[in-house]
C-alpha cells in the first residue's frame, strides 16, 4: 500500500526558532500533498494545499509567512514554522493524493513542542 | 461550510456488537467517499472506500453504505472488537479535487 513518511516523529523548539517537517511519499508520486494540524480532541484542520512546483494554497486564517511550505519534488513536501510559539505546539499531519486523485495517505503526525 | 458532517462525535459499543459510523455529505457531485481510522498520535489510516456507482462496499467485517438520495453514507463494523477504538472520519471527493473530511466520530469498544 501506499506510505507516507513524516519526520521529525517529536520535535521540541524553543521559543522564535524555526522547525522543518517533511513529509514523503515513498512508493508513490504525489502531485498534490496536504498539511493538518490537529488540536487535542479536535479534528483535523486543513492549513494548506501544495501541488508539486507551485506556490501553496493556505486555509483562511492560516498565516503563510508563518507556515512555510515547499513541494519541490514529485515525492517531498515540508512545512517550516517559523518564529515558533508555544500556541504553535500541536500534532501536525500531512497527507499525499496520488496520480489518480482517488486515494489521499496519510503520514503519522508530527508532535511538535514549543517552549 | 461543512460540506460532510459527522453529527455523532462519539460512539460506545459492547464488544461483539455491531458498531454503526454515519455521514452525510451536502455536494451532490462527490463520487468517491473514503472512511479513515486515526488512533491517538498517529496519522489516519484509510479504511475502505465506495464509489457512488456502488451502494455496499464490504472488506471483511468492515462494511460502507452509501445512499445517494439521502446523501449519507455509514460505516458498519461487525463484529466490533476492542481494537476497533479511535477516531473515525468519512471523507467525501470528486476526482482530482479536494477531499471533505468530517468531524470525526470516537468509537469507543467496550470488552
Known amino acids: 500500500g501506499a506510505v507516507v513518511s513524516q519526520h521529525p516523529s517529536r520535535v521540541i523548539c524553543k521559543s522564535g526558532t524555526s522547525v522543518k517537517i517533511e513529509c514523503r511519499s515513498l512508493?508513490?508520486?504525489?502531485?498534490?500533498m496536504f498539511w493538518y494540524r490537529q488540536f487535542p480532541k479536535q479534528s483535523l484542520m486543513l492549513m494548506a494545499t501544495?501541488?508539486?512546483?507551485?506556490?501553496?494554497?493556505?486555509e483562511q486564517g492560516v498565516e503563510k509567512d508563518k507556515f512555510l511550505i515547499n513541494h519541490a519534488s514529485l515525492t517531498l513536501s515540508t512545512l517550516t514554522v517559523t518564529s515558533a510559539h508555544p500556541e504553535d505546539s500541536s500534532f501536525y499531519i500531512c497527507?499525499?493524493?496520488?496520480?489518480?486523485?482517488?486515494?489521499?495517505?496519510f503520514g503519522p503526525g508530527t508532535r511538535l513542542t514549543v517552549t | 461550510d461543512q460540506q460532510v458532517k459527522q453529527n455523532s462525535p462519539s460512539l460506545s459499543v459492547q464488544e461483539g456488537r455491531i458498531s454503526i459510523l454515519n455521514c452525510d455529505y451536502t455536494?451532490?457531485?462527490?463520487?468517491?467517499f473514503l472512511w479513515y481510522k486515526k488512533y491517538p498520535a498517529e496519522g489516519p489510516t484509510f479504511l475502505i472506500s465506495?464509489?457512488?456507482?456502488?451502494d455496499k462496499n464490504e472488506d471483511g467485517r468492515f462494511t460502507v453504505f452509501l445512499n445517494k438520495s439521502a446523501k449519507h453514507l455509514s460505516l458498519h463494523i461487525v463484529p466490533s472488537q476492542p481494537g476497533d477504538s479511535a477516531v473515525y472520519f468519512c471523507?467525501?471527493?470528486?476526482?482530482?479535487?479536494?477531499?471533505?473530511f468530517g468531524t470525526g466520530t470516537s468509537l469507543t469498544v467496550i470488552p
Open positions: 501544495s501541488n508539486e512546483g507551485s506556490k501553496a494554497t493556505y
Open positions: 512508493d508513490f508520486q504525489a502531485t498534490t
Open positions: 455536494n451532490s457531485m462527490f463520487d468517491y
Open positions: 471523507a467525501a471527493t470528486t476526482a482530482g479535487n479536494q477531499f471533505y
Open positions: 497527507s499525499a493524493r496520488d496520480t489518480t486523485g482517488r486515494g489521499q495517505y
Open positions: 465506495i464509489s457512488s456507482i456502488k
